[in-house]
């Protein structure tokens, strides 16, 4: 029979089947045994699901609330042991807070909820409308272990309907028990409304809605919904233009600068993005399609003409050595200057508005945005960007890359 360090000869590469062929007492003592690689202790932990040996749970509950112990194994554990009930002091203790585990904080919230802990369930319910979908998973499933645990008439209770996550929680069970939850749609937070759209399956209900909505907000929710649902652009322009195509007026953004934005940001844009972004993208002209390597001859010529020894333009991944994004990058000169080309127009910038690059950059019908425009902040968009998830200034946009 191969050893367990056989069944797991690197990371990621699990024989799960072998694993859970073997005895679990064998499992226990290896999940125990420190001197294992975290990664395979880990792997047996997962193999030990339904089947843990008694025996064994107060050294497995010993690794848990060891701070010493790796994260990812005590993490493993909890999602293991969790429902113990003699864990549940040591889960609600206010030093699970100060932990800075990663990942340790969501897991026992997790736990919590699985145990019928109530007092977790604002915190979960916080955790389950979290934009990153693992933080979103743990907060699920822990508020389904707490309904579980003691029905969802306590959780309602609990959480109350104040904040956003409360709501939603509130519109789920809703959902969960088969009933209309298309008024949502009217919820006053972007997130919980478009959140509650992925929720919707009836046209006819929604066009009942749209046409008797209580906001514009919630119109264009249904009217966007509608479109998810149906492909029907011709109806959505429709409703668009019935609502007096109602947009986030920005100062200082322009037509052309404005569907460069829309086009290229809106089709990836986070949960609370304003709908009227949503739509307004759907519904207006597509920019002009971008002749990246044409524009880049330009630039090139331009900047050689003008005596500036430009070099051959780069992409921000290959310039950042990793990830992708909107512009390329020319070096010129001695190479300690540079100019940005936006794949998303005409658009181009430097670190100084007063460089030598602009006059013949401009001269050759690109758009030089200067610091002023670039500051200006697209409000109501909501752009991931390094962790974040908000509104950004019109040149990161513009010129835009993610690792």
């Known amino acids: 029979m191969r050893t367990i360090d056989a069944l797991l000869p690197d990371v990621g590469r699990a ?69 113990r009930a003699e864990l549940l002091p040591w889960l609600r203790h206010e030093d699970r807070r100060e932990d800075g585990a990663y990942g340790l904080r969501e897991a026992v919230l997790g736990a919590r909820g699985r145990l019928g802990d109530l007092t977790a369930a604002r915190e979960l319910a916080t955790l389950a409308f979290s934009p990153w979908q693992h933080h979103e998973a743990v907060g699920e499933a822990g508020l389904a272990g707490l309904v579980e645990r003691v029905g969802a008439g306590a959780v309602l209770a609990e959480l109350g309907e104040e904040r956003p996550e409360d709501r939603y929680f509130a519109i789920l069970t809703r959902y969960r028990a088969d009933r209309d939850v298309t008024d949502a749609l009217g919820d006053p937070d972007h997130s919980v409304a478009f959140r509650s759209h992925r929720l919707q399956s009836d046209p006819d209900r929604l066009r009942a809605y749209a046409d008797a909505a209580p906001t514009a907000e919630a119109a264009l929710w249904a009217a966007y919904t509608l479109y998810g649902l149906t492909d029907d652009l011709d109806e959505l322009r429709s409703r668009y233009a019935e609502l007096g195509s109602p947009r986030v007026e920005v100062p200082g953004l322009d037509e052309e600068l404005r569907r460069a934005v829309a086009h290229e940001h809106v089709p990836w844009c986070q949960v609370a993005t304003d709908p009227r972004w949503r739509v307004e993208a759907l519904c207006a002209p597509a920019p002009e399609p971008v002749d990246q390597e044409g524009q880049l001859a330009r630039a090139v010529a331009a900047l050689d003409a003008a005596g500036l020894a430009p070099g051959a333009p780069v992409h921000c991944g290959e310039d950042n050595q990793q990830g992708d994004g909107t512009y390329h990058v020319i070096r010129y000169g001695k190479g300690q200057d540079q100019v940005l080309v936006s794949t998303l127009g005409r658009f181009v910038t430097g670190e100084d508005d007063d460089c030598a690059a602009r006059p013949p950059l401009e001269a050759a019908g690109l758009r030089w945005i200067d610091r002023e425009t670039a500051s200006i902040m697209v409000t109501g968009l909501h752009v991931y960007y390094f962790g974040a998830r908000g509104p950004l200034a019109l040149g990161t946009l513009l010129f835009h890359w993610q690792d």
């Open 15 to 83: 024989d799960e089947d072998g694993l859970r062929a073997r005895d679990p007492e064998e499992l226990g003592r290896y999940v125990a045994g420190r001197r294992h690689a975290w990664w395979r202790r880990k792997a047996c932990a997962a193999a030990l699901a339904g089947r843990v040996p008694e025996r064994r749970v107060p050294d497995l509950l010993a690794l848990v609330r060891d701070p010493q112990e790796s994260v990812e194994v005590r993490i493993a554990l909890l999602d293991l042991l969790g429902d």
